[in-house]
T-cell receptor
Framework: QKEVEQNSGPLSVPEGAIASLNCTYS??????FFWYRQYSGKSPELIMFIYSNGDKEDGRFTAQLNKASQYVSLLIRDSQPSDSATYLC??????????FGAGTRLTVKP | SAVISQKPSRDICQRGTSLTIQCQVDSQVTMMFWYRQQPGQSLTLIATANQGSEATYESGFVIDKFPISRPNLTFSTLTVSNMSPEDSSIYLC???????????FGQGTRLTVV
């Protein structure tokens, strides 16, 4: 079992719709969870982080964490073509190493 | 946040040669990380570099192939040795400040081995 799993996609949504990205992780001791966005040919940039169960909202982005289910998600409201990128879920494990999922490629169609 | 300068940004190298990638951070950090991102893949941790000690390598990566230096708290290098086309990848330097915070990335080095 991979440590961090994501649907590879591609996920395609129309402009203005909600994009839902999902991630599961295997290490129950994980404490910190991150979503990164990576445009083609660029390095990852942080979108959001979440530490506690529940929802965390930042503008059009909402991260959701459920530690009991070992599940973390990212919702993007009012999706824009500029949101088209690969979204990486990352989890910090017990020794502070960050483990990344394979990424979900999102395309927002005008 | 942290500003990380990584160079070179890209290089094309002959097989059998070595390339050293440099990573400079604008402030002192305890831990620096080196990742590889192969085409169409996610990030794979190569090793963790702590100042004053040997780097800790992940399974599948060895010091002879990927020697790392960490001479101070703001600088690290990764060398890709005896390169083959399979080493063609993006190599990324990363830092974080403590257990709870996010990782920041350098611009990446796009390596092509011919």
């Amino acid at each position: 079992q991979k440590e961090v799993e994501q649907n590879s996609g591609p996920l395609s949504v129309p402009e203005g719709a909600i994009a839902s990205l999902n991630c599961t992780y295997s290490d129950r001791g994980s404490q910190s969870f991150f979503w990164y966005r990576q445009y083609s040919g660029k390095s990852p940039e942080l979108i959001m982080f979440i530490y506690s169960n529940g929802d965390k909202e930042d503008g059009r982005f909402t991260a959701q964490l459920n530690k009991a289910s070992q599940y973390v998600s990212l919702l993007i409201r009012d999706s824009q073509p500029s949101d088209s990128a690969t979204y990486l879920c990352a989890v910090k494990v017990w020794n502070n190493d960050m483990r990344f999922g394979a990424g979900t490629r999102l395309t927002v169609k005008p | 946040s942290a500003v990380i300068s990584q160079k070179p940004s890209r290089d094309i190298c002959q097989r059998g040669t070595s390339l050293t990638i440099q990573c400079q951070v604008d402030s002192q950090v305890t831990m620096m990380f080196w990742y590889r991102q192969q085409p169409g893949q996610s990030l794979t941790l190569i090793a963790t570099a702590n100042q004053g000690s040997e780097a800790t390598y992940e399974s599948g990566f060895v010091i002879d192939k990927f020697p790392i230096s960490r001479p101070n708290l703001t600088f690290s290098t990764l060398t890709v040795s005896n390169m083959s086309p399979e080493d063609s990848s993006i190599y990324l330097c990363s830092v974080d400040r403590d257990r709870a915070t996010e990782a920041f990335f350098g611009q990446g080095t796009r390596l092509t081995v011919v």
